[in-house]
Nanobody
Framework: QVQLVESGGGLVQPGGSLRLSCAAS????????MAWYRQAPGKERELVAT???????KYADSAKGRFTISRDNAKNTVYLQMNSLRAEDTAVYYC????????????WGQGTQVTVSS
């Protein structure tokens, strides 16, 4: 059984920073792409950033220049460094990964709340 567990969310003032982590565990052969999504109240879940197994990254326009996605393949962990946070970044943040066990499946974490407020 594969699990993704996020951590690092919380309450931060506008302009502040947070670093989210998401660790995958279980009977993992390999992990392909990993990503961060977010869902604000009353809105659809949206893609924030992705990273391939080789380290290539892509960002939503809203995240460019402020957020950085990275991964530690030895630890099966993906990170999201978020700087210059704004009120509109408030959302539940979810990690997502394409993981090979006996087959390839897409797995989701349980989510971590990020609240940006003064």
């Amino acid at each position: 059984q594969v699990q993704l567990v996020e951590s690092g969310g919380g309450l931060v003032q506008p302009g502040g920073s947070l670093r989210l982590s998401c660790a995958a565990s279980g009977n993992i052969f390999s992990i392909n792409a990993m990503a961060w999504y977010r869902q604000a109240p009353g809105k659809e879940r949206e893609l924030v950033a992705t990273i391939t197994s080789g380290g290539s990254t892509k960002y939503a326009d809203s995240a460019k220049g402020r957020f950085t996605i990275s991964r530690d393949n030895a630890k099966n962990t993906v990170y999201l460094q978020m700087n210059s946070l704004r009120a509109e970044d408030t959302a539940v943040y979810y990690c997502n990964a394409d993981i090979r066990t006996h087959y390839i499946g897409r797995y989701w974490g349980q989510g971590t709340q990020v609240t940006v407020s003064s």
